[in-house]
């Protein structure tokens, strides 16, 4: 249960912190006094989307710290020890949101992201509202909560539903790859045949890209290769040249070189760079009868590039790639022309798991059906109970059998349809189309009147979900209220008087002015003025009687 909610710079409000009762607990005020903010702000530290708007004025960072007691075993403190945190029984979360867009999330301690908070707080609190109407209303989400009330053998059903259409589905992937039906596994080996000829054909091998574009280069800069190695060449053969100029060099130190030394070191020196100057132009006539021109050559060294870049283009970005995919292709191909046998095997194995998944998808129709006439029966009982006492539902399924089933989901093949009908002699019809408001917030709360204990749920928060409800309906519902406060926390905000004495704690949300600013208040009332309260509820002046009144309604609750 949800022990204690803080709140900081939430809207109109600067500082709250609030400590609720483990059963009833109501939240009343004038129209705009707050009420939503404290709903905000629980959802804000559920995990709701952060909105810089909901930072009150002139502050730059918002703050809302829960702290739950949950019990050691319970699917939220599991939850919590999933992410590697621990969890005695004590579950507090802080959450911080800035003006900037930056905020954190701390679990017991811990940093955690948005949707690791989720998959704790998703245990933790249901909330319901006006907005949930529409959930219900809806086809699709009906058959959401007729699960929820099938409870875990739901569940075990479901998951092994789940693992037979997850065993499907690798049978379907393992005949695509064998070719699906006939048509298309002779398109895919006429396709594969061609592909492997092309690659084959062309007698790829690594390296040969980069080989034929260095060739090229070479042939289309011939004409500067020979110009450059030929001036090269003349500078160190010709008369007069380098070649000439050293060894003049060489004789005129060859005279000296004997005196000294340093002398004949600076000889050899010399003797050392002619020879490599002779090795060079010798190196350079020998390219230089290497370069050549060939138009034949020069054609074919495009005409392979471009053969290479097409293959590539089509089976990877390098040579490597293209012989890959021809090994890969190749298996596929030989695969293709041996596949009728497995296709034939798989076939049956599809059909055999169909079989599986459609038994599964009647055993799961027989739990939901049987959960539905139970669910209708207890609805109806509640629905008389909230002074519609002529109220009939029924929860209707589709028909479907072996050929019309959807054997693809792991939903099963049921689709449901809740029939309501409040007025005697009138037939059921869908629910969306005949409930009114008021009607739904009673139907509502037959169905959460179900679910406490089921869903593991500690805290249920109702939204002002007794709109449109007055008089004696009033009074059951405050009683169902009760009813379910004693084996679930509740919080809810309520205009209703008999609501409000229902509560084991009451608390008055309301707007005042402090420092020329507008600042909203939590309080939480004392027996007197909780009276007071039921009396403002009421309409009436605060007199002896219209107390006296208050009182008589707490006595109808007293446990």
Not at 215 to 238: D, F, Q, V
Not at 492 to 506: F, I, K, T
Not at 537 to 543: A, F, K
Request: glycine share 6%.
């Amino acid at each position: 249960m949800l022990v204690r909610l803080s709140i900081k710079n939430i809207a109109l409000i600067d500082s709250a912190d609030i400590q609720f009762d483990s059963r009833l607990n109501v939240l009343s005020g004038e129209t705009g006094s707050g009420k939503s903010v404290i709903l905000d702000s629980i959802n804000f530290v559920l995990g709701s989307k952060a909105d810089k708007s909901m930072i009150r004025h002139g502050q730059s960072q918002a703050q809302v710290t829960a702290e739950f007691q949950v019990d050691g075993s319970s699917p939220a403190a599991k939850a919590v020890e999933e992410l590697d945190i621990e969890c005695d029984g004590q579950i507090i979360i802080s959450r911080k949101f800035s003006l900037d867009g930056k905020g954190s999330i701390k679990l017991n301690g811990n940093s955690v992201t948005a949707a690791m908070l989720k998959s704790v707080t998703s245990h933790l609190v249901d909330v319901h509202g006006q907005s949930e109407h529409f959930f219900l209303l809806s086809e699709s989400n009906q058959l959401k909560v007729l699960d929820s009330l099938c409870g875990s053998a739901a569940d075990d059903v479901k998951k092994k539903l789940a693992q037979a259409v997850a065993d499907k589905r690798k049978i379907l992937k393992k005949i695509a790859e064998l070719g699906g039906d006939e048509q298309e596994r002779e398109r895919q080996k006429d396709l594969l045949s061609y592909q492997i000829n092309e690659i084959r054909a062309a007698e790829v091998r690594e390296g040969e890209y980069d080989e034929l574009k260095t060739k090229r280069e070479l042939i289309n800069n011939t004409e500067r290769i020979l110009s450059s190695l030929g001036g090269a060449a003349e500078y160190l053969n010709s008369d007069g040249g380098c070649l000439d100029l050293i060894s003049s060099a060489q004789r005129q130190l060859a005279g000296i070189s004997d005196i000294s030394a340093e002398y004949s070191k600076m000889y050899e020196r010399i003797e050392n760079l002619y020879s490599e100057a002779d090795d060079i132009a010798r190196s350079l006539n020998d390219m230089l009868d290497e370069v050549s021109f060939d138009e034949g050559e020069a054609e074919y060294v495009e005409e392979r590039l471009e053969l290479l870049r097409s293959l590539m283009k089509k089976y990877g970005p390098d040579e490597r790639s293209v012989i890959e995919y021809l090994e890969s292709a190749s298996l596929r191909h030989e695969a293709l022309l041996n596949s009728a046998e497995e296709l034939k095997r798989l076939n049956c194995g599809l059909e055999k798991i169909d079989d599986e998944i459609y038994a599964i998808c009647m055993e799961l129709s027989d739990l939901r059906k049987t959960c539905a006439g139970q669910m209708s029966m207890r609805v109806v009982e509640q629905m008389k109970s909230l002074n519609i006492p002529d109220a009939k539902f029924c929860v209707e399924f589709n028909s479907y059998d072996r050929q019309t089933a959807e054997l693809n989901s792991t939903n099963g093949s049921d689709a449901v349809r809740f029939m309501f009908s409040a007025n005697k002699g009138e037939p059921l019809k869908p629910l969306g189309k005949i409930i009114s408001g008021g009607e739904m917030s009673r139907f509502m709360l037959a169905i959460k009147t179900q679910l406490k204990g089921i869903n593991g749920i500690s805290t249920y928060i109702f939204d002002e979900i007794d709109a449109g409800i007055s008089g004696v309906t009033a009074g059951t519902v405050a009683q169902k209220f009760v009813d379910i406060g004693r084996d679930t926390q509740i919080i809810a905000v309520s205009h209703l008087p008999q609501v409000c004495a229902a509560s084991d704690a009451q608390f008055l949300i309301y707007k005042t002015e402090e420092d020329g600013k507008a600042v909203t208040r939590v309080s939480r009332l004392n027996d007197e003025q909780k009276i007071g309260e039921i009396v403002r509820l009421t309409g009436n002046i605060d007199s002896n009687a219209a107390r006296e009144h208050a009182k008589q309604l707490i006595e109808q609750f007293i446990k």
